[in-house]
């Protein structure tokens, strides 16, 4: 069979499903092919933040690039329950980041005053030592030194994120194609045609949100996106009564009661397992947070695999050799869904480029005398 649209988007994760969400909104027919089950399914193993606080150290633009995305986060919510009914339960009043020692606290200073002169006075944030820190969360464990907390965060759902946009996507109209797996992408000089299993897409514009398969897919459309995996792993408590109002960097607690811990980084290559010794360091890293943990039952736990760039930001790109061919990655799905939604699909749709985002081309990464280091 032979399938068009107005644009064809390869990847129906948490940043697919946010573009074509958006696109849809801009009037485009939007066709989205999704791997299936088999794939890695980094939308499906997030801990779930909207989260600006630190990221951008040094690259001020990706600073900007979440703060804005994170003031646009109600109204994608609000559009979000209004069209779907799904509440993705968005709790916007700020997050804490501990830090465990003297050392910490003070480096932590050092950047976010560093990221507040480069990005101005609407990057607001406090430094909490021990005592104020306990006030406003009495919870916290005594061998906290303290923390930073800014009210830019917050944390959602992230399951019923995917399944908010999933929704909305689906009643707006897009042909959503689940276990596909792309055989080529091709190029007459004026339409994309994509194919798969014996069947072919065909729309003037495609746009690669496959995550880690972006790295091959992207080469066919003249794009350079040399991204790679990087492992995280996440413990699941029980349900038990609420006693954290906020996210935290380490722990927090769902609208439905149950504990999330994590924030583990390790390059395993493809490996998605959990080992039990990473298990027990995030595990003893909570329970000095809040020792109220150690009687916790665990549930569950997982691991899975952000898509890292080599720097640790964004892919945001348009081939000059394919012109309508377009790559999106990043590793804080969540956190930049509204700025996909509202700011990257009109561009990519035909509007104006959001300012700076020439700072996330994969250009970046062909220069062989830069050295890269992971700014979140």
Known sequence: MQHTSDIIILGGGLVGSACAYGLLRQGLKVALLDEGDVAFRASRGNFGLVWVQGKGYGTPQYARWSLGSSK????????LLKETGVDVELKQDGGFHFCLTQAEFE???????SLRDAVGEDYRYEMLPQAALHARLPAVGPNVY??????????VNPLKLFHALHRACDTSGAMYHVERRVDKIEHD?????VSSGGDTWCAPRILLTAGLGNKALAEQVGLHAPVAPNQGQVLVGERVQPFLTHPTIYVRQTDEGTIQIGDSLEDMGLDDTT??????????????????LSGLN????WAALRVMSPDG???YDASTTHPGAFVATCHSGVTLAAAHAMRLAPWIAGGPKPDKLDTFSGARFLDPTREFH???
């Open 72 to 79: 646009l986060w109600p109204a994608l919510a609000a559009d």
């Open 107 to 113: 480096e932590r200073e050092q950047r976010l005053q």
């Open 146 to 155: 303290g923390a930073s907390y800014t009210p830019m965060d917050g944390h």
């Open 189 to 193: 000089g004026k339409a994309f045609s």
């Open 275 to 292: 080992r039990t010794e990473v298990l027990a360091r995030i595990a003893q890293r909570a329970m000095v947070c809040f020792p109220q």
């Open 298 to 301: 665990v549930i569950r736990s």
């Open 313 to 315: 930001y964004p892919i």
């Open 374 to 376: 992971h700014g979140h």
